[in-house]
C-alpha cells in the first residue's frame, strides 16, 4: 500500500500539487486521471522519487520515502517497477536482453537463473518466440508488452505505469489493460497508472483519483463515475458526444454500472 498525505510540489512561486492525500491500493490498479498541466505526471514523479515535494509524506507500506536517505531509497527503487509513455527499450538490444536489464543490474542471479527469469516473465507477457528479435522489428503493442515483462522481472511490490496505452491502437490498448490488470491481481502489485483512456478507466479502474489543478477533486471506482454529480469530473470525463449519450441513458433509465 502507498499512502500520502498532505502533499505539496511548488516550482517556484506556482504550486502544482496542493495538499493532496490518498491510499493506492495493494492488488489493485488504481489510475490518476485529469486534464494536461493537471499535475499527475509531477505526482507520480514524486511518488518514485523524481522529484521531491515541497512537503507532505509519502508512505510506502508505513515506510517514509520523503526520509529515507540516498542508499535507502535505491534500495527501495528495487521493489518499484516502472513502464514509461514510450516503451524505453533499448534499441541496440533483443527483447530477452531488454527483459534480463534489470536482472543484470540489481540481482545476484547466476546468469542461468536470470536467462530463466526473463524467459518466464516474457512466457507471462506471451512474448515466447520473440525473444531473440530486437525493438524495430516488433509491433508498438509487443514493445510495451516487453516494458511490461521487464518491470516486473524483479517481482516488485510497486508498479508505475505512465499512459501505458499511449500510441496504440483501442483493440491492443485493451490487451495491455487486461494484461496490466491480470498481473496486478497475480502478484498482488501496488500498480498506479497516468492514463487519459477512457477505456482504461471504465474498465480496470478500482481505485480512481481524478486529479484537478493540482487537486484531489474525486475519488471511486469507475462504476460510480457515470453517475458523479461533480461538475468538473463530468466535463473531464464526458468530453466526446458518445460518453455524454451514454451518461444520459444511465440518468433516464435509472440504471448502474457494474
Not at 528495487?78 to 530477452?96: C, N, P, W, Y
Not at 464526458?238 to 433509465?253: C, G, H, P, Q, W
Request: proline share 2%; with cysteine; aromatic share 6%.
Amino acid at each position: 500500500m502507498i499512502e500520502i498525505k498532505n502533499l505539496y510540489k511548488q516550482f517556484d512561486e506556482r504550486v502544482v500539487l496542493k495538499d493532496i492525500s490518498t491510499v493506492f491500493e495493494d492488488g489493485k490498479t488504481n489510475l490518476i486521471i485529469g486534464q494536461s498541466g493537471s499535475g499527475k505526471t509531477v505526482l507520480m514523479k514524486t511518488l518514485v522519487g523524481l522529484l521531491d515535494p515541497t512537503s507532505g509524506q509519502v508512505l510506502y507500506d508505513d515506510r517514509d520515502f520523503i526520509k529515507m536517505s540516498k542508499k535507502e531509497k535505491v534500495m527501495m527503487r528495487r521493489e518499484m517497477g516502472m513502464i514509461f509513455q514510450s516503451a524505453a527499450l533499448f534499441d541496440s538490444l533483443t527483447v530477452l536482453e531488454n527483459v534480463m536489464f534489470p536482472l543484470d543490474m540489481f540481482s545476484t542471479m547466476t546468469l542461468r537463473d536470470r536467462t530463466k527469469r526473463a524467459m518466464d516473465c516474457l512466457d507471462r507477457v506471451n512474448l515466447v518466440g520473440a525473444e531473440h528479435k530486437y525493438p524495430g522489428e516488433i509491433s508498438g503493442g509487443m514493445q510495451k508488452r516487453v516494458a511490461i515483462a521487464r518491470a516486473i522481472a524483479l517481482n516488485p511490490k510497486y508498479l508505475f505505469c505512465d499512459e501505458p496505452n499511449s500510441g496504440l491502437d483501442p483493440k491492443t490498448s485493451l490487451v495491455i489493460d487486461d494484461l496490466l490488470h491480470s498481473i496486478t491481481k497475480e502478484f498482488n502489485i501496488t500498480t498506479i497508472i497516468n492514463t487519459h483512456d477512457m477505456n482504461s478507466v471504465m474498465g480496470i479502474g478500482e481505485n480512481i483519483i481524478f486529479i484537478y489543478e493540482g487537486e484531489k477533486e474525486w475519488q471511486g471506482v469507475s462504476s460510480e463515475i457515470m453517475e458523479s454529480t461533480n461538475q468538473r469530473l463530468t466535463e473531464f470525463i464526458f468530453a466526446s458526444d458518445l460518453l455524454k449519450k451514454m451518461r444520459t441513458m444511465v440518468i433516464e433509465n435509472g440504471l448502474h454500472i457494474k
